[in-house]
Antibody, heavy 119, light 107 residues
């Protein structure tokens, strides 16, 4: 069965970077884009961008351009999202999500990773 | 960026009620829209894709309609497990954008 398993919670200081991992199993990792979505406490969902695990190509939301880097390691079917120059308003749950069925949407999601930015 | 305006932001309903949530796009998005259900502490779950197609395993009391700029999610008979927050998501162009969410609470 399809699974996306994310790394554990992180606490970071303002100005630092965080790298969240998302290990995929149960499907061909390189066949489908991996998206990243975040959710601040008590707030709605925000799309950050995607990575094509096959080519390594990326598409970032303009809001995160220059601060976000999405990468992958195909040998271990794992995608990564690194966010730099963290601010307190980056405190959120970060989700990876893939579109595997022919829905065009994110049909499989990781469990989420809480990133807390606090001095 | 395309703005997705979702309404209402919250509603109270009883088990068995028919519930309708709407999403309006700031420009036409064909049928490139999905609906998600999210429960506290959990990842979103895809309910509807391509505006009106039911995702596999989702109960048939959920339905979607619309195209262009106006979309609707309907729950025909609200069940206890349906109390959650619902979001629309457009994937017509980048950046993908979500509606603000609709919290469905117990009356």
């Amino acid at each position: 069965q399809v699974q996306l398993v994310q790394s554990g919670a992180e606490v970071k200081k303002p100005g630092a970077s965080v790298k969240v991992s998302c290990k995929a199993s149960g499907y061909t990792f390189t066949g489908y884009n991996m998206h990243w979505v975040r959710q601040a406490p008590g707030q709605g969902l925000e799309w950050m961008g995607w990575i094509n695990p096959n080519s390594g190509g990326t598409n970032y939301a303009q809001k995160f351009q220059g601060r976000v880097t999405m990468t992958r390691d195909t040998s271990i079917s794992t995608a990564y999202m690194e966010l730099s120059r963290l601010r307190s308003d980056d405190t959120a749950v970060y989700y990876c999500a893939s579109s595997i069925a022919v829905t065009g949407q994110c049909d499989y999601w990781g469990q989420g990773t809480l990133v807390t930015v606090s001095s | 960026a395309i703005q997705m305006t979702q309404s209402p932001s919250s509603l109270s309903a009883s088990v068995g009620d028919r519930v309708t949530i709407t999403c309006r796009a700031s420009q036409g998005i064909r049928i490139d829209l999905g609906w998600y259900q999210q429960k506290p502490g959990k990842a979103p779950k895809l309910l509807i894709y391509a505006a009106s197609s039911l995702q596999s395993g989702v109960p048939s009391r959920f339905s979607g309609s619309g195209s262009g700029t106006d979309f609707t999610l309907t729950i025909s008979s609200l069940q206890p497990e349906d109390f959650a927050t619902y979001y629309c998501l457009q994937h017509y162009n980048y950046p993908w954008t979500f509606g603000q969410g609709t919290k469905v609470e117990i009356k």
